[in-house]
């Protein structure tokens, strides 16, 4: 098997490879592959680059994604980042493990609920900003995007980039890292072509990308931004609030194993930050916005119980009472569980020994794969996979699925930002839910399902009409279901 096999997915149809994993399960997973018997049992590992195995067996992905697991991340595919120098794409794991040792402690749960002010302040901005196009369609994907991306330069730097303030949310960073996200594939075969790019000069670049603007910008906003607290000792003293810069510049926990990172770490962990924070958590909103409204059922229920929970919509709604909602828990496990985020099988290299994955052995320096979407539509696990279905996650025992729920990944390389991730859905559905209702008869989208595999899923845009709800539910205020099931021909 030859790596232009694959580059051809990733290339030429522009990541389409997780189909082609998938297709490859079903016909050739037949062989052992120590001794290369045929089992004709199952069909758990193929082999999908000359030095390359997935495995579709969930038992395999928490055997490479173990907590503790010394496996390193595969240095090809995450040189594609350009972001050489953060906590992602570091390659050592010691390296890893001290970088998430100083980045940990704004993460917390302590820490995000001291800032929940700073998220909560960017939900209302985008509750305003939704609201005010009346009548006219608008791009739901854009607008969580420009929210998502808000909330995280607010909460790790205290700084703004205003996304939302953007006309019709077609700020230049989101659509910039929408637009060189599609040059992710091409850039892991042809990685000098990033650096290129970036380096040159302005007008050059824009003739190649017209959305090169937004993406120098905020190089040059990040940089302006590591500078200032590089040469300004008291600049921390003065931030708004705790920001990711108290714990990478001078660090003072574990004084002998923390030092600052160069000014080129710096500027790759901010700007890493800002991608990883965001597009993920976007692309979950569309996708859980999206089931919700165009499902009557889910959303009376979600309405319903943040009805009974908040009577009166102007009273805030605290992440500590949200997360204790169960259908509204459940509904965000079944968005996580349906929308992906990465979507790409993360690549491992096994060592330093050789390693038993899903009772095969294999042998150190191999490339192994288990992609979570295929976890996630394990119909072993999950009953009728492909169906939106919130309900799956009220049973009485949903130990299995919570176990095989890996969106986040998992084991030392899991995401960091986890926690805030979970309180940023709670807060921006719990809010919109309450306080928002979309109109879709305009959309023609009937499934989520479809999505580009840029390593994050890129779905199909939805567009809605978006208007505030009125202080009583809808569903027992006639006025409201006008609004959403029209009016009856015969008023
Ligand atoms: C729904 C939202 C999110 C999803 C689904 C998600 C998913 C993931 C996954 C699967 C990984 C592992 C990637 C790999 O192994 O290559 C990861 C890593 C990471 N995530 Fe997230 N993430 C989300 C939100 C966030 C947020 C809000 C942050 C905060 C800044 C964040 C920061 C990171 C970082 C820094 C890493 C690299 C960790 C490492 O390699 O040690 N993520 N994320």
Known sequence: MSILYKAYFDVIKQGGFLAEIKRLHTIYGTYNITNYTPL???????????????????????????PGSSFT???VTYKCFNSEGSSFTFIDPHQSKIRREMLNPLFSRRAILKLEGVIQQKVDKLLDRITSYPGKLINISLAFRCATVDIIAAYCFAECI???????????????TLAFTKFIWIIKYFPFLANLFLSMPGWLAKRFDPFYEGIRALHIQVAKQVDHYLE????????????????????????????????????????????????????????????????????????AELRDAWPDINLPMPYTSLEKLPYLTAFIKETLRTSNGVVTPLPRVVGPGDADIGGYHVPVGTIVSSGA??????????????????????????????????????????????PLAWVELYLLFGNIFRKLD???????????????????????????????????????????????????SSF
């Open 162 to 176: 205003e996304a939302l303030d953007a006309d019709e949310f077609n700020d230049p960073f989101i659509t910039g």
């Open 73 to 75: 991340k595969e240095p």
């Open 438 to 488: 979309f109109d879709l008869r305009d959309t023609a989208l009937q499934e989520m399902n479809e999505f580009k595999e840029l390593f994050v899923a890129i779905h199909e845009v939805f567009y809605a009409r978006v208007e505030k709800v009125a202080e009583q539910s809808k569903y027992s205020d006639p006025i409201n279901r006008f609004f959403r099931e029209g009016v009856p």
């Open 232 to 303: 300004n000792e008291d600049a921390l003293e003065t931030a708004e609030h705790e920001i990711v810069y108290h714990h990478l510049i001078n660090p003072q926990e574990y004084k002998d194993r923390h030092t600052t990172p160069s000014r080129r770490d710096l500027n790759a962990e901010a700007l890493s930050l800002l991608q990883a924070g965001s597009e993920t958590v976007g692309a979950a909103c569309t996708v859980g916005a999206f089931y919700a409204f165009k499902n009557e059922r889910v959303h009376k229920k979600l309405v």
């Open 373 to 418: 979407a295929l976890v996630h539509e394990n119909a072993q696990i999950f009953e009728n996979p492909y169906q939106f279905y919130p309900e799956r996650w009220l049973q009485a025992d949903t130990s299995l699925m919570d176990k095989n729920l890996v969106p986040f990944s998992r084991g030392p390389r899991m995401c960091l930002g986890f």
């Open 40 to 66: 004709f049992l199952d069909r758990p590992v193929v082999r999908i680059a000359p030095n390359e195995l997935h495995f579709s067996d969930p038992r395999a992905y928490h055997a490479i994604y173990a």
